[in-house]
C-alpha cells in the first residue's frame, strides 16, 4: 500500500478493492500484516466499534505478533505517545475533555481574527511574485501559525517549530528522527515557561490542569502538545492544497463557487470528502474477533480503516467519483467517526473557510503551473501534495 500507483491514484486501488472485499487483508508500510476496512458502512461500523482498541499495549502486542523487522516497532516505540489518540476510555475521556472546550466551534470562533490577519500577511507576501508554490507560500505556513497563536508558542520560538514541522512534511524518516528530540526538548521547555508565566492560551490551561489536580501526568501533557501539533498541521495544509488543486482542475466548480460563495461551506465539505487529508485512520487493534461485512478479523490484528476510500463509496453517495460542491456530503468521514471524530474540526473548518476565500478574492485568476499528471503526491497516510506551482495571474498583469 505504498506503490507509486497507489501514491498517484489511492482511488483506482480502493474502487478495485471495495468492489472486491471491503474487508480485506493487506501488508502495509514496514512489511506489517494488515486489515483495510475500505467499504463505507464497514468503516463507520470499525470506526464505532469498541473492540477496536488503540491502547498502546494492545498496538505493541498486535504489531509484535504482525511483523517479521522488529526495527519497524522500534520506530513506533517512541516516546509522545500517551495522549488521547492512542486511548481506549476511561483515559480518551479524560485526556479529550481537557482540550474539548478549546476546540468548540464558539471557541474556534475566537480565533477567526488571528487566523484572518494571519492570511492576508501570507497572500500579501505572495503579491511579489507571479508565480509561486502555493503549498510552501501559502498552505503550510497558515496552520502552523495558527497552531502557534492556539498554543501560545511565543513569536521568536516560531522557526524553531516550523523547523520541526517541515522536516515532518518532508516524509524522510531519519529526517523525522533526527528533529524529534529538538521538538521534545522544546515542548518541555515551553511548558515549564508557561507554568512560570501563565497566559491565555491552550498550553497554559493544560500546565494548569496538569498542577491543579494531576488529571494530567507530564508525559501526557508534553504529548498532547505533540499530538495537537501533528494532527493540526499536516491535515489542513493538505486541505487546502490539495482542495486548491481539485477546484482548479475543475474550472466549472470553481466558477460556480467565485459566481456564489454561500457554496464555500459545502464546497469545503465536499473537497474533505472528495480528496480528504487522512486516507487511512490510525491503526486500531482487535481486542477480540470481529466480525465485519461477514470477514472474521481475528484478534491482535492491526486495522486500517480507508477514509478515502469510504467517502468515494458510491452505495453512499450518488456518482462518489464526481466534485459536485452543492451535493449533500452529510456523514463523510473525513474527520472520522466515534470518540476519535476530530477534536479540531471547526478549527480546520474556519481555516479552510478564511483561506479559500482570501485566495479566491485575491487571485480570481490562478492557474496550475503543471499539467494535472504532473501534481506530486506524497506517500503515506495523508493524501497531500509535495508542492502545487501556481501562476497567480495572468502574464503581463
Ligand atoms: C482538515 C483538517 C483536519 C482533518 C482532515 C482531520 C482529520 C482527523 C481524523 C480523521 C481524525 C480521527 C483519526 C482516527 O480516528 O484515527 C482526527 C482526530 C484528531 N484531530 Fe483532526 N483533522 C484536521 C484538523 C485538526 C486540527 C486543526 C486539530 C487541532 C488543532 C486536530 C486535532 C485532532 C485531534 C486531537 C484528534 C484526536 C481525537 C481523539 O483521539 O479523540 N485536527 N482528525
Known amino acids: 500500500m505504498d506503490?507509486?500507483?497507489?501514491v498517484r491514484d489511492p482511488h483506482a486501488f480502493f474502487t478495485r478493492l471495495r468492489f472486491h472485499s471491503p474487508v480485506a487483508q493487506a501488508v502495509?508500510?514496514?512489511?506489517?500484516?494488515?486489515?483495510?476496512?475500505?467499504?463505507?458502512?464497514?468503516?463507520?461500523?470499525?470506526?464505532?466499534?469498541?473492540?477496536l482498541s488503540k491502547n498502546v499495549?494492545?498496538?505493541?502486542?498486535?504489531?509484535?505478533?504482525?511483523?517479521?523487522?522488529?526495527?519497524?516497532?522500534?520506530?513506533?516505540?517512541?516516546?509522545?505517545?500517551?495522549?488521547?489518540?492512542?486511548?481506549?476510555?476511561?483515559?480518551?475521556t479524560r485526556l479529550r475533555s481537557l482540550v474539548n472546550k478549546a476546540f468548540t466551534v464558539r471557541a474556534s470562533e475566537k480565533l477567526r481574527p488571528?487566523?484572518?490577519?494571519?492570511?492576508?500577511?501570507?497572500?500579501?507576501?505572495?503579491?511579489?511574485?507571479?508565480e509561486t508554490d502555493l503549498l510552501h507560500a501559502f498552505a503550510h505556513p497558515l496552520p502552523m501559525a495558527?497552531?502557534?497563536?492556539?498554543?501560545?508558542?511565543?513569536?521568536?520560538?516560531?522557526?524553531?517549530?516550523?523547523?520541526?514541522?517541515?522536516?515532518?512534511?518532508?516524509?524522510?524518516?531519519?529526517?523525522?528522527?533526527?528533529?524529534?528530540?529538538?521538538?521534545?526538548?522544546?515542548?518541555?521547555?515551553?511548558?515549564?515557561?508557561?507554568?512560570?508565566?501563565?497566559a491565555d492560551d491552550l498550553l497554559s490551561r493544560l500546565v494548569q490542569a496538569q498542577s491543579a489536580d494531576g488529571r494530567l501526568s507530564p508525559e501526557e501533557l508534553v504529548a498532547t502538545t505533540f499530538l495537537l501539533l501533528v494532527a493540526g498541521h499536516e491535515t489542513t495544509v493538505h486541505l487546502?492544497?490539495?482542495?486548491?488543486?481539485?477546484?482548479?482542475?475543475?474550472?466549472?466548480?470553481?466558477?460556480?463557487?467565485?459566481?456564489?460563495?454561500?457554496?464555500l461551506p459545502g464546497a469545503v465539505e465536499e473537497l474533505l470528502r472528495y480528496?480528504?487529508?487522512?486516507?487511512?485512520?490510525?491503526?486500531?487493534?482487535?481486542?477480540?474477533?470481529?466480525?465485519?461485512?461477514?470477514?472474521?478479523?481475528?484478534?491482535?490484528?492491526?486495522?486500517?480503516?480507508a477514509l478515502t476510500s469510504a467517502n468515494r463509496d458510491d452505495k453512499q453517495f450518488d456518482a462518489?467519483?464526481?466534485?459536485?460542491?452543492?451535493?449533500?456530503?452529510?456523514?463523510?468521514?473525513?474527520?472520522?467517526?466515534?470518540?476519535?471524530?476530530?477534536?479540531?474540526?471547526?478549527?480546520?473548518?474556519?481555516?479552510?473557510?478564511?483561506?479559500?476565500?482570501?485566495?479566491?478574492d485575491r487571485y480570481p485568476d490562478m492557474q496550475l503551473l503543471c499539467a494535472p499528471g504532473d501534481l506530486v503526491w506524497q506517500p503515506g497516510m495523508f493524501r497531500g501534495l509535495a508542492s502545487l506551482p501556481i501562476r497567480l495571474r495572468p502574464p503581463g498583469h
Not at 506503490?3 to 497507489?6: G, L
Not at 502495509?28 to 473492540?51: C, F, I, M, N
Not at 513506533?76 to 476510555?89: E, I, K, R, T
Not at 467517526?337 to 471547526?346: E, L, N, T
Open 320 to 360: 462518489a467519483d464526481t466534485l459536485d460542491i452543492t451535493r449533500p456530503t452529510a456523514g463523510h468521514l473525513a474527520f472520522g467517526h466515534g470518540i476519535h471524530y476530530c477534536v479540531g474540526a471547526p478549527l480546520a473548518r474556519l481555516e479552510a473557510h478564511v483561506a479559500f476565500t482570501g485566495l479566491l
Open 275 to 305: 480528496e480528504g487529508p487522512v486516507k487511512t485512520a490510525t491503526l486500531r487493534f482487535t481486542t477480540e474477533p470481529v466480525e465485519l461485512a461477514g470477514t472474521r478479523i481475528p484478534p491482535n490484528s492491526p486495522v486500517a480503516i
Open 240 to 263: 487546502i492544497a490539495a482542495g486548491m488543486a481539485t477546484l482548479l482542475l475543475h474550472p466549472e466548480q470553481l466558477a460556480r463557487l467565485q459566481r456564489d460563495r454561500g457554496l
Open 3 to 6: 506503490s507509486p500507483e497507489y
Open 114 to 130: 488571528a487566523v484572518e490577519s494571519i492570511t492576508r500577511k501570507l497572500l500579501d507576501d505572495m503579491a511579489a511574485h507571479t
Open 28 to 51: 502495509g508500510p514496514g512489511g506489517l500484516k494488515l486489515w483495510v476496512v475500505s467499504g463505507y458502512d464497514e468503516a463507520r461500523l470499525a470506526l464505532a466499534d469498541p473492540r
Open 146 to 198: 495558527v497552531l502557534c497563536e492556539l498554543l501560545g508558542v511565543p513569536l521568536p520560538d516560531r522557526e524553531r517549530f516550523d523547523h520541526w514541522l517541515g522536516a515532518r512534511m518532508s516524509n524522510d524518516p531519519q529526517r523525522i528522527a533526527a528533529a524529534a528530540p529538538a521538538l521534545l526538548g522544546y515542548l518541555r521547555e515551553l511548558v515549564d515557561h508557561k507554568r512560570r508565566a501563565p
Open 57 to 92: 499495549d494492545v498496538a505493541r502486542r498486535s504489531i509484535l505478533a504482525n511483523i517479521n523487522r522488529k526495527a519497524d516497532v522500534m520506530a513506533f516505540a517512541v516516546d509522545l505517545v500517551s495522549h488521547m489518540l492512542n486511548s481506549d476510555p476511561p483515559d480518551h
